[in-house]
């Protein structure tokens, strides 16, 4: 979730409370076995990706979470292409979840699901953003289109 | 769907019970070897340390967990040693410390053994604390 002021500038708490959807959603979603859900999040996720105004995260967000004032933004220097990198990995993997699901492909499916959800937690609670890191590498190795490298100071 | 509940239920704390058990395991492994280890080398001995891991991508050690540690270290003065790593300019140390994201940081009390290890940012609170607990 990128701060308007600044493009290179992120709200971190924005980027917890989208992977804390994220896995409640495909938790909800496994347990009432619902390809429904896994499309939601793959939406949510695809939209979040290429930073749309009306990105469902984005506004459960800026429209309910902080104005409540539960949690504290937490906007910080860094990269955003990164984790929109990162949510259209977990978009993609979703994607497929759901349509695997519609197909008759039950088994591939949750396991997507449940590797969206593992490195979703990963990232809510030990910061491993493992689609970030898979950013860097790619800039590291000049792949085309990862244009931004760590900011250090 | 009860038992998809269930099985959601038991791998969520198998999760949290691998997680605490592997923690433990960390603060033990490392503390065998911590008095020895050649990062801690130039510390003095008798003062709890703070060793800090921490990577040129991880924007909230730049933000966060560099400026509690700063707030810390000017609180507490001498009594207290920071010992920063970048682990890509390290891996072996990051290896043997069993770091696997950043900001890590390990909790060692004055007699050289590790206390507590923190995967993410902590702040100077928590790290104070820790620290208490320490020398307790």
Redesign the interface.
């Known amino acids: 979730m990128t701060s308007a002021s600044n493009p290179r500038r992120?709200d971190?708490t924005g980027l917890k409370v989208g992977q804390a959807l994220t896995i409640l959603l495909l938790?909800a979603a496994?347990?009432?076995?619902s390809w429904v859900l896994v499309a939601v999040v793959a939406i949510s996720q695809f939209l979040g990706a290429v930073d749309v105004p009306f990105a469902p995260y984005r506004l459960v967000y800026t429209k309910l979470v902080k104005p409540s004032g539960i949690v504290k933004p937490?906007v910080?220097?860094?990269?955003p292409e990164p984790h929109r990198f990162a949510m259209l990995v977990g978009s993609v993997f979703n994607a497929i979840a759901a349509i695997a699901l519609l197909v008759g492909a039950p088994a591939l499916a949750w396991v997507l699901v449940?590797v969206v959800i593992a490195l979703a937690?990963?990232n809510f609670?030990?910061?491993?953003c493992v689609g970030?890191?898979m950013y860097?590498q790619f800039n590291r190795l000049g792949v085309p289109g990862f244009t931004r490298a760590?900011?250090?100071? | 769907m009860l038992e998809r509940l269930l099985f959601t239920l038991i791998l969520l704390a198998a999760g949290v019970v691998i997680y605490q058990l592997s923690v433990r395991n960390q603060i033990r492994r490392t503390s065998a070897f911590a008095q020895t280890d050649p990062l801690l080398q130039a510390v003095k001995p008798g003062v709890p340390t703070i060793l800090y891991f921490t990577t040129p991508t991880c924007a909230p050690c730049r933000t966060q967990q560099t400026p509690a540690l700063a707030r810390l270290q000017s609180e507490l003065g001498d009594a207290v040693q920071i010992v920063r790593v970048d682990a890509t300019e390290h891996p072996e140390d990051a290896d043997r410390w069993g770091v696997f994201s950043a900001p890590t940081t390990f909790i060692i009390d004055a007699s050289g053994h590790t206390r507590a290890v923190n995967h993410g940012v902590a702040d100077d609170h928590k790290l104070k604390r820790q620290l208490q607990e320490a020398v307790n």
């Open positions: 992120v971190h938790l496994f347990v009432l076995n937490n910080i220097e860094d990269n449940w937690n990963l609670w030990l910061n491993v970030c890191l860097y760590p900011i250090s100071r």
